[in-house]
């Protein structure tokens, strides 16, 4: 069985950085594209970040400079460090688990997702 569990998320001012961690679980990790997605309320759900299997890396344009991806595939797990954080990132984030990297920002290609974390901004 297959599970995805984040953490990390919390209220944070404007300017402030949070690190959320997602610990993957039921799967062959190395294998799989990574992603970050988040959803606020009244909005659809967007892409955040990607980190492919073999290390390629790709950003929404909202957050570039701003956020990080990264993977340790030795301990099945996904990080998103997001730093000058702004009220509008103030979300529901999720990660998400697919094979094979192609369409990496459609959230309808992913296999497996997490259960969210919610990450609130103050201005």
């Known amino acids: 069985q297959v599970q995805l569990v984040e953490s990390g998320g919390g209220l944070v001012q404007a300017g402030g950085s949070l690190r959320l961690s997602c610990a993957a679980a039921?799967?062959?990790?190395?294998?799989?594209?990574m992603g970050w997605f988040r959803q606020a309320p009244g909005k659809e759900r967007e892409f955040v970040a990607a980190n492919l299997s073999g290390g390629r890396k790709y950003y929404a344009d909202s957050v570039k400079g701003r956020f990080t991806i990264s993977r340790d595939n030795a301990k099945n797990t996904v990080y998103l460090q997001m730093n000058n954080l702004k009220p509008e990132d103030t979300a529901v984030y999720y990660c998400?688990?697919?094979?094979?990297?192609?369409?990496?920002?459609?959230?309808?290609?992913?296999?497996?997702w997490g259960q969210g974390t919610q990450v609130t901004v103050s201005s």
């Open positions: 998400a688990a697919k094979i094979g990297g192609d369409y990496y920002y459609d959230g309808d290609q992913y296999d497996y």
């Open positions: 039921g799967l062959t990790f190395s294998n799989c594209a």
